[in-house]
Nanobody, 118 residues
Framework: VQLQASGGGLVQAGGSLRLSCTVS????????MGWYRQAPGKQRELVAV???????NYADSVKGRFTVSRENSTNTMYLQMSSLKAEDTAVYYC???????WGTGDYWGLGTLVTVSS
C-alpha cells in the first residue's frame, strides 16, 4: 500500500497550486483522507480532512482559500490551494485511513514541498 503525493513547487504569494494524493496497492476501501503540513521548526498540523461521504473540515488558517476533494474511482484526493501566503510554506503530507486485507489503519505519504515566495 502506498500514498503518493505530488503537485508541490515554488509559487508566488497570491498564486495557486493543486496537490494530488493517490492511494495504490491492495486496499479494500478508503475511509477518511486528509492533508497535513509541517513547516520548518513547527509541529505537523491538520490542513483539511474529507470523509468517505465527502464531508470536509478545514483548519481556520486555510478556510476560504483551500478546497479538499476526492475522486473515489481513482483513489485520489486533491487539495486546491489559492491565495497562497508565505506562511503556507511547508511540506504537505497526505493521510488516509485504509481497510486492507491485513486490517485497518492510518497510512502516510512521503510529502510534497510547497514554497510560497513573498
Amino acid at each position: 500500500v502506498q500514498l503518493q503525493a505530488s503537485g508541490g513547487g515554488l509559487v508566488q504569494a497570491g498564486g495557486s497550486l493543486r496537490l494530488s494524493c493517490t492511494v495504490s496497492g491492495s486496499i479494500i476501501s478508503i475511509d477518511d483522507m486528509g492533508w497535513y503540513r509541517q513547516a520548518p521548526g513547527k509541529q505537523r498540523e491538520l490542513v483539511a480532512v474529507i470523509t468517505s461521504a465527502t464531508s470536509t473540515n478545514y483548519a481556520d488558517s486555510v478556510k476560504g482559500r483551500f478546497t479538499v476533494s476526492r475522486e473515489n474511482s481513482t483513489n485520489t484526493m486533491y487539495l486546491q490551494m489559492s491565495s497562497l501566503k508565505a506562511e503556507d510554506t511547508a511540506v504537505y503530507y497526505c493521510n488516509a485511513h485504509l481497510y486492507t486485507r491485513w486490517g485497518t489503519g492510518d497510512y502516510w505519504g512521503l510529502g510534497t514541498l510547497v514554497t510560497v515566495s513573498s
